[in-house]
């Protein structure tokens, strides 16, 4: 492979991919709080959207639709840290803490 | 076009410093104690991702990205982080134990490892013949006409989200 094309091959992006894909999901089993589980999801999302743009950018007939696809990807990120920080404010006024292992009580 | 000379000279720094900024950024912010610099490693992850996608021939959603993550995602966190006290401390019993954390970097050395190798090895298909160049124009053509779903349900996604937000977060004002 050579050094100066780096940029164009799809290798390097996939294996970036995955490698995002990996740190977000050991930071999702080894933190200990909402926010910070929320923050290892974000890089999860963030993986994806790289391994879409690749593939997107180097095997597809039309660029476009992947474009469109992580439009998508962000807006559902979005809404979903929405969601979740409101979910993490509601969790910490009812316990005062967003400890995951204080979290064991459900209330229908 | 003939390309400036020597230009691969100048393009190959700044890619790896994007390819740096993203895994450093990722790993700033799973691996640090405190939140807040958590979130500054987000941020800088996705700086590393927008000059990513630049390279990918698409720098709307470059910017587009260092907007709603940086501009949006990020300051919410902050916002979230400034309410609730998320930092984990440090004498609770069972935190960070070894085996916890040896079992998650195996769980996630194991995806890596897969997915890596179906990259690399993966069969995958000669780049086909461009039907389009994937412009500003040619994505805002699409949303209206070919993707117009997807336009729509975001755009209902995102009303049902925020409504969800306001009615979980609005009984606050008054603490008990």
């Given at each position: 492979m050579n050094l100066l094309e780096m940029h164009q091959n799809p290798s390097v992006y996939l294996v970036l991919a995955a490698l995002l894909l990996a740190i977000g999901l050991f930071g999702l089993i080894r933190r200990h709080t909402l926010v910070g589980m929320l923050i290892s999801g974000e890089l999860i999302f963030g993986a994806a959207m790289l391994n879409l743009m690749a593939v997107n950018r180097?095997?597809?007939?039309?660029?476009t639709t992947g474009q469109v696809f992580v439009l998508f990807i962000m807006g559902l990120s979005a809404a979903e840290v929405a969601i979740a920080l409101s979910i993490v404010i509601a969790v910490y006024r009812n316990y005062?803490?967003?400890?995951t292992n204080e979290l064991s009580q459900m209330k229908g | 076009m003939t390309p400036f000379p020597a230009s691969e000279y100048v393009v190959l720094p700044i890619f790896i410093l994007f390819l740096g900024a993203t895994l450093a950024g990722a790993l700033i912010a799973v691996f640090t104690k405190w939140i807040i610099r958590s979130v500054c490693g987000l941020a800088l992850a996705s700086v590393g991702l927008a000059g990513m996608f630049y390279f990918l021939n698409s720098p709307f959603l470059a910017v587009i990205h260092i907007l709603i993550y940086i501009g949006a995602v990020c300051i919410t966190i902050i916002f979230a982080i400034m309410l609730a006290e998320p930092d984990e401390p440090?004498?609770?019993?069972?935190?960070?134990s070894l085996s916890w954390t040896l079992g998650a970097a195996a769980a996630a050395g194991g995806v890596f490892l897969a997915l890596a190798l179906l990259g690399l090895k993966g069969d995958w298909p000669a780049p086909p013949k461009q039907v389009?160049?994937?412009s500003v124009e040619n994505i805002g053509v699409a949303l209206l006409t070919s993707q117009s779903l997807a336009f729509l349900t975001i755009a209902l996604v995102l009303l049902v989200a925020i409504l969800g937000a306001i009615a979980i977060a609005r009984k606050g004002r008054h603490m008990e």
């Open positions: 180097f095997f597809a007939p039309d660029p005062q803490s967003i400890q | 440090t004498d609770a019993p069972g935190q960070h389009s160049d994937g």
